[in-house]
T-cell receptor, first 116, second 114 residues
């Protein structure tokens, strides 16, 4: 069964450094998402991406964050100048792109980002 | 604004007992509701979803949930717990007109005792 994959599984970085989290969505999916979960808190939506552009983003997704689909398979989340509060589990998801909010999103296993 | 509340961050049941995980939502527009499960070191996996068809929704692994508009609830049940059901369960809401971004509850960790 096709699945969403994410690399690395754990990333440790120093405050102020840039990190790139990588995701390979399911191949025939058209919508891509990033979510994050700070330890002990809710899973929070960051951004959705369709047709090579951001379709929706949350208040969390400020200028520090960017997303890109650099080739036909990868979907990346870049965090510039990381802060301690960016430490979280980051989940990538993809969906086929059916009508509106009914689509099933398929999630990857997550990347745990630790900022020291 | 849409939100989701899951009552009980941790629920413990005996094997063979009824599983009931509670989810209440707040939405100003008709919601779409989802239950996801997360096993250790794995991603979130869809258990079931409500998208305005039948109010009683059956999912994988014997789970089901009933959408009750009057109670703004979407509780998850399973008649008989199995050891393999031990995991974290997340309720989420989306809505018509959105691009599909999910709003999650805080999650409920289910433990199953032998």
């Amino acid at each position: 069964e096709p699945e969403v994959t994410q690399t690395p599984s754990h990333q440790v970085t120093q405050m102020g450094q840039e990190v790139i989290l990588r995701c390979v969505p399911i191949s025939n999916h058209l919508y891509f998402y990033w979510y994050r979960q700070i330890l002990g808190q809710k899973v929070e939506f960051l951004v959705s991406f369709y047709n090579n552009e951001i379709s929706e983003k949350s208040e969390i997704f400020d200028d520090q964050f960017s997303v890109e689909r650099p080739d036909g398979s990868n979907f990346t989340l870049k965090i510039r100048s990381t802060k301690l509060e960016d430490s979280a589990m980051y989940f990538c998801a993809s969906s086929r792109g059916l009508a509106g909010g009914t689509d099933t999103q398929y999630f990857g296993p997550g990347t745990r980002l630790t900022v020291l | 604004a849409q939100s989701v509340t899951q009552l009980g961050s941790h629920v413990s049941v005996s094997e063979g007992a009824l599983v009931l995980l509670r989810c209440n939502y707040s939405s100003s527009v008709p919601p779409y509701l989802f239950w996801y499960v997360q096993y250790p070191n794995q991603g979130l996996q869809l258990l079931l979803k409500y998208t305005s068809a039948a109010t009683l929704v059956k999912g994988i692994n014997g789970f089901e949930a009933e959408f009750k508009k009057s109670e703004t609830s979407f509780h998850l049940t399973k008649p008989s717990a199995h050891m393999s059901d031990a995991a974290e369960y997340f309720c989420a809401v989306s809505y018509s007109g959105s691009q599909g971004n999910l709003i999650f509850g805080k999650g409920t960790k289910l433990s199953v005792k032998p």
